[in-house]
């Protein structure tokens, strides 16, 4: 049978499916104790800067309805920026304004919308509308970061980023997000943006996919998506597994941008990183994982941590 072919084919290649990835990594190496950590955005920033780690500038917070007037007050004086739901996922409810004209802004996609516009959309942001099980959440503002001039040509509207899975401490696999036109600009697989597995030794991009794919050139662009290697990647990898320690989950995905200006920022962590970085990189993170578990010491500092994960890629490619 077919599906039985695929099966094997699969589990021969180390593939981890979403129910194994529950019940062994993300149930038993996450205390639900922690979670909040990396569900909300405004806790990460700050475990970031105990760690010392780089984040987007926070501009605005609005927690209440009451506080909008401020933050609306805020962002007129702000040529651009982000605003984004604190306890959001999926990229759902980020509003990137481009541009600021007078009392409207120029957003992603060219649309321009007026300040009462806004106001609307973080009133929804603290309302709940975006955030994960309808809680009420926070609107916040950040600086708005760009394309880094490496990453210009295979990218349309929006700015790539980058994520590394981190198992107990352990850089495991890695890949880039590239926004398309299809995807509006967003880094967001499911709505069409590119994926880009990432060499863990060297930093170069190896395969890419858009939408399950296999593609070699970006869509919108036609240039090469392979043999790139991307700026700032050894502070990438140091940033992801500080950030991971800091957390205190054992199997986290660490999602990063290498901004114009600044270089490589955390943006966010989840604890529970999906499973296409797997189809991005042609490979299986069940190898990796069971090595990492294998060779596992508590005294290793975050050189030999990030040392060993380049090892287990690089061996489990041969």
């Known amino acids: 049978m077919s599906w039985l072919r695929t099966w094997r084919a699969l ?14 990594y993300t149930l038993r190496w996450n205390p639900r104790s922690k979670y909040p950590t990396v569900d909300d955005k405004l806790l990460t920033k700050k475990l970031c800067a105990r760690a010392g780690i780089p984040t987007p500038k926070l501009l605005a917070v609005a927690s209440h309805h009451f506080e909008l007037r401020a933050l609306r007050q805020a962002v007129l004086g702000l040529d651009s920026f982000v605003l984004k739901p604190a306890r959001g996922a999926m990229g759902n409810g980020i509003l990137v304004v481009r541009a600021r004209e007078g009392e409207r802004f120029r957003v992603a996609g060219g649309r321009s919308i007026g300040i009462d516009d806004l106001s609307y959309h973080a009133a929804g942001i603290i309302s709940g509308l975006y955030a994960l099980a309808g809680q009420t959440d926070v609107a916040i503002v950040e600086e708005r970061l760009e ?3 490496a ?4 990218t349309t509207e929006g700015v790539p980023d980058i ?17 398309t036109r299809k995807s509006g600009g967003r880094a967001n697989l499911h709505q069409g943006a590119v994926a880009a597995g990432i060499d863990l030794g060297t930093g170069a991009t190896t395969h890419a996919v858009q939408q399950s794919r296999p593609i070699e050139k970006h869509p919108d662009t036609g240039q090469s998506l392979l043999h790139r290697t991307l700026p700032g990647w050894q502070p990438m990898l140091e940033f992801a ?19 114009a200006t600044r270089g490589p920022v955390l ?15 042609q490979a299986g993170l069940l190898p ?15 050189e030999e941590r990030i040392a060993a994960g380049v090892a287990i890629a ?5």
């Open 288 to 302: 990796r994982l069971r090595a990492i578990e294998r060779g596992w010491r508590p005294d290793r500092s975050v």
């Open 163 to 179: 994520r590394v899975v981190v198992f107990r401490g352990v850089p495991a696999m890695a890949m880039t997000r590239l926004p």
């Open 314 to 318: 690089a061996g489990a490619k041969q």
């Open 147 to 149: 394309v880094h001039p």
């Open 241 to 259: 597994v500080r950030a991971a320690d800091e957390t205190g989950l054992g199997y986290v995905g660490a999602d990063m941008v290498i901004d």
């Open 267 to 281: 943006l966010e962590m989840n604890a529970r990183p999906g499973l296409m970085i797997q189809l991005a990189n």
């Open 11 to 24: 589990r021969d290649k180390g593939v981890l499916g979403i129910n194994r990835r529950n019940a062994e």
């Open 151 to 154: 990453l210009v040509e295979i």
